[in-house]
C-alpha cells in the first residue's frame, strides 16, 4: 500500500476514534451544573401584588403546570419527547411538592437564569430575564398564597431522563442566563411597551420565532426570524409538527389580514378570522384584558415586516 493511503487511512481512522470519544463523553459524563451568586428578592405581603402574580402566573406558569385533573398546578409529562422523558414540575403548596423544596431567592435565580437549586439548567422552562423585580416578587408571592391553583397535590413526577441530544445540548448550547438586576416595570402609559413587556415575557416569541435553538433570551430582539414565524410545534392532539405564524405586519402571511378585534379572538379564543378554531397548540389567554391585547396589537405592528411565506390561518 502506498505510504500516502496509508496516512490518510491512519488520520481517518483517528479522526473516527475521537468521533466515538466525544460522542461517549457526552453520554457518560455528568450534565453540567452551576453555581450562581444567591441574588436578593423582595416578595411582597399585600393583596394587590398577589393579584398581580396570580394574573401573571395564569397567563404564562399555568399554562405547562397545571394538571389534568384539576386547576392545581401539579405539573406532569412534557408532552414533547425530542429531549428524552421531561415532567413539569408540582408548583403547588404541598410539603413534598418542588415547589416547596425552594427557597424565595432559589426561585427568582430559577425564573430569570433557568438554574435548578441542583445547578442544572432547565430544559424546556422559559428564562423571565426582561420580567420586572414587581411581577417576579408577585409571583413567587403568589405561589406561596393559598388559592385553588397552589393549592396541596401529592403528585410527584420520575427524575428526567434526557437523551443524547439533551446531554450534547447542555454541553454546547444550553446554557444559564445572567441574572437581571434593577427591572423596572415598563410605563403605564406607553402601549408599544407595554405589548412588548408582555410579548416577551408571556414567551410568545419562543414559539413564533424562526427556531427554539435560535433563540436570545437575553435580547429577545436578536432571535432569528423573531416573530416572522416557523417554528414546527407538536399539535395540541399530538399528532404531528406544524410551524407557528408569523405575526409581523405581512400583508398577506402575517397579521397584515386581522384587524384588533380578530387578533383578540385569535389570542383569546384561538379563533381565525372565519371563526373556526386555529390547528395549532398555542394556548387561549382568556384572561387577557382588553388593554393587554391592545397593548401586545400595538407592539407587534412595529415589528419588521417577515417575508415568511406561512400560509395564513383561515
Not at 389534568?68 to 401539579?74: D, L
Not at 405564524?245 to 386581522?258: A, I
Not at 384587524?259 to 389570542?267: K, M, P
Request: aromatic content about 8%; some cysteine.
Amino acid at each position: 500500500m502506498k505510504k500516502w493511503m496509508k496516512i490518510l487511512l491512519s488520520t481517518l481512522a483517528g479522526l473516527v476514534l475521537l468521533l466515538l470519544l466525544g460522542a461517549a463523553y457526552v453520554n457518560y459524563s455528568p450534565v453540567p451544573t452551576y453555581k450562581l451568586a444567591t441574588p436578593t428578592i423582595e416578595v411582597p405581603t399585600d393583596s394587590a401584588s398577589i393579584a398581580r402574580g396570580e394574573h401573571l402566573t395564569a397567563l404564562s406558569c399555568a399554562l405547562c403546570h397545571r394538571g389534568k385533573s384539576g386547576q392545581a398546578m401539579e405539573g406532569g409529562p412534557w408532552r414533547e419527547k425530542d429531549l428524552g422523558d421531561l415532567y413539569v414540575a408540582n408548583l403547588t403548596n404541598h410539603p413534598n411538592s418542588t415547589l416547596s423544596q425552594y427557597s424565595d431567592e432559589e426561585l427568582a435565580l430559577l425564573l430569570r437564569t433557568g438554574v435548578k437549586r441542583n445547578g442544572e439548567v432547565a430544559l424546556v422552562m422559559p428564562r423571565y430575564a426582561q420580567m420586572s423585580d414587581a411581577d417576579l416578587g408577585s409571583i413567587i408571592a403568589f405561589l406561596r398564597s393559598d388559592a385553588p391553583m397552589t393549592a396541596p397535590s401529592d403528585k410527584q413526577w420520575p427524575e428526567r431522563e434526557i437523551n443524547y441530544l439533551a446531554k450534547l445540548l447542555t454541553k454546547i448550547a444550553i446554557k444559564p442566563l445572567p441574572y437581571s438586576e434593577n427591572v423596572d416595570n415598563p410605563v403605564p402609559d406607553d402601549k408599544v411597551e407595554q405589548g412588548k413587556y408582555l410579548a416577551q415575557n408571556l414567551a410568545c416569541y419562543h414559539c413564533h420565532s424562526a427556531d427554539f435553538a435560535t433563540l436570545n433570551e437575553a435580547d429577545p430582539e436578536q432571535s432569528e426570524g423573531y416573530f416572522g414565524g416557523g417554528n414546527l410545534i407538536l399539535k395540541k392532539d399530538g399528532s404531528k409538527k406544524i410551524p407557528s405564524s408569523n405575526l409581523t405586519p405581512h400583508p398577506e402571511y402575517g397579521l397584515g389580514r386581522y384587524d384588533l378585534a380578530g387578533f383578540g379572538q385569535a389570542v383569546r379564543y384561538g379563533k381565525s378570522l372565519n371563526g373556526k378554531d386555529l390547528d395549532h397548540s398555542m394556548p387561549r389567554f382568556t384572561n387577557l384584558s382588553d388593554q393587554e391585547v391592545e397593548a401586545l396589537w400595538a407592539y407587534l405592528q412595529t415589528l419588521p415586516v417577515i417575508e415568511n411565506q406561512i400560509a395564513a390561518a383561515e
